[in-house]
Nanobody, 124 residues
Framework: QVQLVESGGGLVQAGGSLRLACAASGRPFSTYGVGWFRQAPGKEREFVAAISWSALYYYADSVKGRFTISRDSAKNTVYLQMNSLKPEDTAVYYC??????????????????WGQGTQVTVSS
């Protein structure tokens, strides 16, 4: 069992930056793949970025070049550095963990554990 807690959300102006953190408790986080997803009002939850247990990573086209996912195994935490934020990045951001091996996991249904979410609001 893994418990996930996101933090770091907030209100920022367009062009600004935020760093989200996903802290895990329970089993060692390094054995799981971790993904970030987001859900805007009235929209479906969508994939943002993911890092595999073997440190492979993948990004949605909409955030490529602006967001960076990283892992600090010593702190059992995965981060999402978000730069050059746009109003369309406004959403609740969720981290999730998967025990699936074999590469980066981007499918929402392949994740086993989810955090409660953190709100990111980007003003224009």
């Amino acid at each position: 069992q893994v418990q996930l807690v996101e933090s770091g959300g907030g209100l920022v102006q367009a062009g600004g930056s935020l760093r989200l953190a996903c802290a895990a408790s329970g089993r060692p986080f390094s054995t799981y793949g971790v993904g970030w997803f987001r859900q805007a009002p009235g929209k479906e939850r969508e994939f943002v970025a993911a890092i595999s247990w073997s440190a492979l990573y993948y990004y949605a086209d909409s955030v490529k070049g602006r967001f960076t996912i990283s892992r600090d195994s010593a702190k059992n935490t995965v981060y999402l550095q978000m730069n050059s934020l746009k109003p369309e990045d406004t959403a609740v951001y969720y981290c999730a963990a998967t025990a699936t091996r074999g590469g980066v996991v981007t499918g929402l249904n392949q994740y086993d554990y989810w955090g409660q979410g953190t709100q990111v609001t980007v003003s224009s």
